[in-house]
């Protein structure tokens, strides 16, 4: 089973960038649907984006649309969430989840996920 592992993480001033990368165990990554969700303390996990395995369609939350872009490379085995323009309400531990067939956007149908990254976004 594929495995994920996300890296990039930081502390970055509000208006800042960061870049997520997720990287998968196996080949059969370019199989698979990715997003990414994040998880702010005290609050449910939620739905920042997803591409689907080809790179060819992309879904935004509506707090991501505008300032942030997902992306993948599957020669790579890497997936990507670039974040532009950062708000404190951005800070979060940010996963990457994996799923082969229809891209969803719910939380509750994937199964494979990363171990997380901490994003801290100061005002």
């Known amino acids: 089973q594929v495995q994920l592992i996300e890296s990039g993480g930081g502390s970055v001033q509000a208006g800042g960038s960061l870049r997520l990368s997720c990287t998968a165990s196996?080949?059969?990554?370019?199989?698979?649907?990715m997003a990414w969700f994040r998880q702010a303390p005290g609050k449910e996990r939620v739905f920042v984006a997803v591409?689907?395995?080809?790179?060819?369609?992309?879904y935004y939350s509506d707090s991501a649309k505008g300032r942030f872009t997902i992306a993948r490379d599957n020669a790579k085995n890497t997936g990507y969430l670039q974040m532009n323009s950062l708000k404190p309400e951005d800070t979060a531990v940010y996963y990457c989840?994996?799923?082969?067939?229809?891209?969803?956007?719910?939380?509750?149908?994937?199964?494979?996920w990363g171990q997380g990254t901490q994003v801290t976004v100061s005002s």
């Open positions: 989840a994996a799923r082969p067939g229809t891209v969803v956007l719910g939380k509750y149908l994937y199964h494979i």
């Open positions: 196996e080949y059969t990554f370019r199989d698979y649907n």
């Open positions: 591409i689907d395995s080809s790179g060819s369609e992309t």
